[in-house]
């Protein structure tokens, strides 16, 4: 019977990005939520943050009749304030959002009892830290309220806790209710992440950083502390790839008992005539859009490439994309006018008027516009990252350019002034993308691309593309990603190789980017959550075995 896997009956899930669209673990969370719902039907709940009490959340629906005697005999008896409903997302889990505010009051006991029982350290904190400790807390709280009233010993429960900011409340259900199973899973370790993002070399002397050293030295000693040892408590330590896994074993002494690999579902992939459509018309904006910036006349032949994702230059590569980019353009091999976005989120002010006149107009325009490399006009135009680098290089988007650079610095969610389309909408009508990554721990938009048939370039320090050089006939962008080798000290390397591989795509027939788009496709399909969700069910029976040992020893 032991080697019998055990299922949870309950499934309470936490993150910082319930019904709140932050980063990639509300993709990690939002896609896999439908297939745990199948399978858990309304057993599975999520637990957020409620930011906007009293406010439209289009994330979320608020039910008055799911556990209404729970909250009105117990939740509200204990002084927690929560809403249950349901988030809008395929599956429609139930979410149970947590008003943590009350909690500020017991911040000092709270702490010292985290210090007493787990050594976690909070003295050290500032920024996003007691928001984030105080939510995790509350959110522990609730789940020990709601498993009082409404189950019983028998019944197999596992709290699944993301990132740091939760790790609080796995730590407090721990000693509270010891019959709950706790999992903590870290996206990216908060010291591996500071390491990379102030310019130190992470990967090469990764055996000889001592985490705790670090984190004082870089000043966020309190994050990694409860990281730290809620890895260490928990009844299973998880992350989501080998790359992040090493930065565990090095940085947090711990190594995860099981790696979740980021799978993704593909339902917002439309299908048929319906992508072709909207690949035309991404295309479309695309190109129209560049033309009356630049002044130009680039036609559907066009060669489109972009990246996409947070404004984070060396840790997502955007450096090393420019430089590539400036090489690419005195590259003699290239077959092709090359027009790259970058669409990434800076400290965006106003869209522009000069543009938005000349999108409106059915002119043709032959002179570009004054900044003839953004879409939007920055709060900091003088010390923007991109544009620094840029005018470093003497990139000029000049008519004899083969390669010309536009920067979208705002969130495509469709309202944005010039482009107007969703995310979603408009990477389709891309032909390449890259996403170069130097610290990346899964690496959803490479994923993304491939979904929709986009080839895409990526790293081998991105989890994504150590888990593609893993798979069987995947040999470069033929097969629809290119996976180059990353380090510490190779960055001209890549900026090559990132040249040759957008170069020689220029010269492929219209029958051969057929087929890489293909395969492309199919590298996509193998990631779905449905070959993925296996390593979920071995965490759940690694953490209800070790919780049981842990209450009988």
């Not at 556990?67 to 809008?88: C, D, M, S, T």
């Not at 900011?165 to 370790?189: R, S």
């Not at 947090?252 to 993704?264: E, I």
Request: a negative charge; proline letters at 3%.
């Amino acid at each position: 019977m032991t080697n019998e896997r055990l299922t949870p009956d309950y499934i309470f899930e936490s993150s910082w990005e319930v019904c709140n669209k932050v980063g990639g673990i509300y993709t990690v969370l939002s896609t896999r939520a439908n297939i745990l719902q199948t399978n858990f039907h309304d057993r599975l709940f999520f637990i957020g943050p409620d930011f906007r009490q009293g406010k439209e959340n289009p994330l979320f629906a608020e039910s008055d009749n799911l556990y209404a005697e729970w909250k009105k005999y117990a939740a509200q008896k204990e002084n927690l304030f929560v809403r249950v409903g349901r988030w809008n997302i395929p599956g429609n889990p139930i979410v149970i959002l947590v008003d943590f505010q009350p909690f500020f009051a017991q911040k000092n006991e709270i702490y010292t009892e985290m210090w007493n029982h787990y050594q976690v350290d909070s003295l050290h904190a500032y920024g996003d830290y007691d928001e984030a400790s105080m939510f995790s807390y509350a959110a522990g709280k609730v789940v020990e309220s709601f498993y009082r009233y409404n189950l019983t010993e028998t019944d197999k429960v596992i709290y699944q806790a993301n990132e740091w900011m939760t790790g609080m409340g796995a730590l407090y259900l721990q000693a509270a209710v010891p019959e709950i199973a706790t999992i903590f899973t870290t996206h990216a370790t908060s010291i591996g992440r500071s390491i990379a993002g102030n310019n130190k070399p992470l990967y090469d002397y990764l055996f000889a950083y001592n985490g705790d050293q670090m984190a004082q030295e870089l000043n966020v000693e309190s994050k990694h502390s409860i990281e730290k040892q809620t890895a260490h408590y928990v009844d299973c330590f998880t992350t989501v790839s080998e790359i992040t896994n090493n930065e565990c074993k090095e940085l947090l002494d711990k190594p995860a008992d099981v790696v979740l690999m980021n799978g993704f579902e593909d339902d917002f992939v439309p299908k048929g005539a319906t992508f072709t459509g909207k690949r035309k018309r991404a295309r479309s904006v695309m190109l129209r859009v560049a033309n009356c910036l630049l002044g130009t006349d680039l036609d559907d032949d066009t060669l489109i490439v972009g990246t996409s994702g947070r404004y984070e230059f060396r840790n997502k590569g955007i450096d090393v994309f420019l430089e590539a980019l400036n090489r690419l353009n005195r590259d003699k091999h290239l077959e092709k006018n090359v027009l790259a976005f970058i669409n990434v989120p800076g400290w965006v002010g106003d869209a522009r008027k000069d543009l938005q006149q000349r999108l409106k107009s059915r002119e043709i325009y032959n002179t570009p516009l004054e900044v003839p490399f953004i879409t939007h006009w920055l709060h900091n135009m003088t010390h923007d990252q991109v544009l620094d680098m840029l005018k470093y290089m003497g990139m000029g988007n000049r008519p004899e350019d083969k390669v010309k650079i536009i920067f979208v610095p705002c969130y495509l969610d469709g309202k944005d002034g010039i482009i107007n389309k969703e995310y979603y909408d408009l990477i389709l009508g891309e032909d390449l993308s890259v996403y170069p990554s130097y610290y990346e721990p899964w690496g959803y938009t490479p994923l993304e691309s491939v979904a929709f048939r986009v080839p895409t370039i990526t790293t081998d320090l991105a989890g994504f593309g150590r888990w593609v050089n893993s798979l069987k006939n995947q040999h470069g962008i033929n097969d629809g990603v290119e996976v180059l080798h990353r380090s510490d000290y190779n960055y001209s390397e890549v900026a090559d190789g990132i040249k040759d591989t957008i170069s020689a795509f220029s010269a492929k027939s219209e029958a051969e980017v057929k087929e890489i788009r293909k395969r492309a496709g199919q590298v996509a399909e193998q990631a779905l959550w449905k070959h993925f969700i296996k390593y979920y069910y071995e965490a759940y029976d690694h953490a209800l075995r070790h919780a049981m040992e842990r209450r009988l020893g």
